[in-house]
């Protein structure tokens, strides 16, 4: 049988773009991107509530082939990274081989035919000789099942799905959850109410931002000479780079600059909040790392704001017109905003069902023994399959990195294919488990292991109890491992068909 796809692409967002990009630079350009939303951008289309911006410098947070010189500031609002991704989109021909609006269920190897079968909800199918799943890690949003919230009289806006039409004024609000999201909104809603009431389970690390306009003059310089940004996003990767390597993966060895790190934010706490109670209640109680810490200048002074409670009791149930904590008090309420993050672990590895060779079910493998991907990419059993959110994959940085370092271990495995006049690629068990070693060893030397993370509530853990989201090694390790991996690390096959 003759797919009739050379590749499909599950997810419309950064991954898929670049993935696509790829499959174009490679010669496999009859593709088709499958999306679920109605229109492309993934992160950046779906979240748009107020204070939404990037938390890493724009120069950083974007392709590095196709750098952007008219962003408005150093980290640039949401729009911009919606209004930057449908620019790409079109520049490299993209759009017209995107399907919004279609929800892929599952997947499933075809092996007598070597193609993947995908379905979709309503009861398509398509085929395609490869498969690649750019679904996102935070792209499942999480509502928890608070006791009595389906009894709540008032509205409810989960971060995820923000009603732009929903007017804030005077209203008595609660923001649940106090990640990075809420940093970002909490500032915003408090201008807006005339009461705000943040429900925090575990505080965050936050350190002060670095931001400003790029006056139009820096932007005209980037634009007549790439190279300045280029300098610029060198300058700054590096900066994120050595944070990340010395300070959260090296911690054993090098535990004073995480210390440091943790000490910044607490002066930055110190300077900004009057109230020494609820300077102490926004103060973590585990190593800075375990749990991504975020940048803020606005969020703890909306602290001291008389109509802005911190409210640590925990969440025992909602009734129509408030929330009651577990010490019997009631906080009154006519709006609800659920800043309370994403499922990764339960409904997103992987986010649909994908079965291999030999009926070997992913997200079932990955339960049942523990959570893996060759260089966070390809998994054994699965062959022709390239799955970009997975364990290991991505560097904890910008994106970007870790989308351009499998854009090129695509191209590396494409070409070696190719070169060998073969169709079917599939890892082999030893590479697997040697990567896995590996990356294990490693995190021995992370703050993940080797500081205190128990009270994190973290979601780099995974439910085995293994920090197995972020890569443990630099992105410059995972860019020369993606060119320079060992070609027999893959078994490769005629396959059927065109
Ligand atoms: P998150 O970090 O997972 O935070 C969810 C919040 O909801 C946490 O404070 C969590 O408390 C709380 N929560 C969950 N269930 C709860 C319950 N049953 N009771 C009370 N509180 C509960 O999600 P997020 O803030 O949306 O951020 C997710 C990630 O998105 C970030 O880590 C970051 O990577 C990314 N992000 C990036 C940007 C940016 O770049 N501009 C902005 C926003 C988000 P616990 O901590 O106790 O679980």
Redesign the pocket.
């Known amino acids: 049988m003759v797919p009739q796809f050379d590749a499909v692409i599950v997810g419309a967002g950064f991954g898929g773009i670049g993935a696509a990009i790829e499959l174009d630079r490679l010669g496999l350009r009859d593709f088709v991107i499958l999306e679920r939303e109605d229109d492309l951008g993934g992160t950046w289309h779906v979240?748009r509530y107020p204070g939404?911006?990037?938390?890493?410098a724009s120069v950083t947070y974007s392709y590095s082939f196709e750098p952007n010189p008219h962003w408005s500031r150093l980290?640039a609002p949401?729009a911009e990274l919606k209004d930057y991704a449908a620019h790409v989109a079109d520049k490299y021909g993209l759009r017209t081989r995107m399907r919004f609006g279609t929800v892929v269920d599952g997947a499933r190897w075809d092996e007598q035919d070597q193609l993947w079968v995908v379905s979709i909800a309503g009861g398509e199918t398509l085929t395609a000789r490869y498969l690649l799943t750019a679904t996102g890690f935070?792209s499942q949003p999480?509502t928890?099942p608070?006791p009595g919230i389906e009894s709540f009289a008032g509205k409810i806006i989960h971060?995820t799905d923000w009603d732009a039409d929903y007017d804030l004024t005077g209203r008595k609000a609660a923001v649940?959850?106090?990640?990075?999201?809420?940093?970002?909104l909490v500032p915003e809603v408090a201008a807006r109410v005339a009461e705000l009431t943040v429900?925090?389970?575990?505080p965050?690390w936050v350190v002060p931002k670095v931001d400003a306009p790029i006056p139009g003059v820096v932007q005209e310089l980037f634009a007549r000479v790439p190279l300045a940004q280029k300098a610029a996003r060198l300058v700054n990767t590096g900066m994120l780079e050595a944070l990340m390597v010395i300070g959260v993966l090296h911690y054993r060895q090098a535990e004073p600059l995480n210390s440091a790190a943790a000490l910044l934010a607490k002066a930055h706490l110190f300077a900004q909040v009057r109230d020494r109670e609820t300077r102490a209640a926004l103060t973590p109680h585990y190593d800075f790392g375990c749990?991504?810490p975020?940048f803020s200048n606005q969020y703890f002074p909306t602290f001291n704001q008389p109509h802005v409670r911190l409210e640590t009791h925990?969440?025992d149930h909602v009734e129509p017109d408030g929330i009651v904590t577990a010490d019997g008090h009631k906080t009154e309420i006519d709006t609800l905003l659920l800043?309370?993050?994403?499922n990764l672990w339960d409904v997103n590895f992987p986010a649909i069902e994908i079965v291999g060779r030999e009926g070997v079910n992913l997200g079932k493998f990955w339960r049942d023994n523990r959570f893996q991907a060759y260089e966070g990419i390809t998994v054994p059993k699965f062959p022709n399959f390239l799955s970009l959110n997975s364990p290991y994959s991505y560097s904890g940085l910008s994106y970007f990195t870790t989308i351009e370092a499998q854009m090129k271990h695509m191209g590396r495995l494409f070409t070696e294919l190719f070169r060998r006049g073969e169709r079917t690629f599939e890892v082999t068990e030893r590479a697997n488990a040697e990567f896995l070693d590996r990356m294990t060893e490693k995190l021995g030397s992370s703050v993940f292991y080797g500081g205190d993370c128990a009270t994190?509530?973290s979601?780099y853990f995974d439910p085995h109890g293994e920090a197995t989201l972020l890569r443990p090694t630099s992105t410059a390790a995972a860019h020369r491992e993606a060119v320079s991996f060992p070609l027999d690390d893959y078994t490769y096959g005629r396959g059927a068909g065109r």
Do not use: E, H, M, W
Request: charged share 15%.
């Open positions: 979240n939404l911006a990037v938390d890493i980290f949401g935070l999480y928890p608070f971060t649940i959850g106090t990640g990075a999201t809420a940093v970002q429900f925090q389970r575990t965050i749990k991504r975020t925990a969440i800043a309370t993050g994403f994190s509530r979601y």
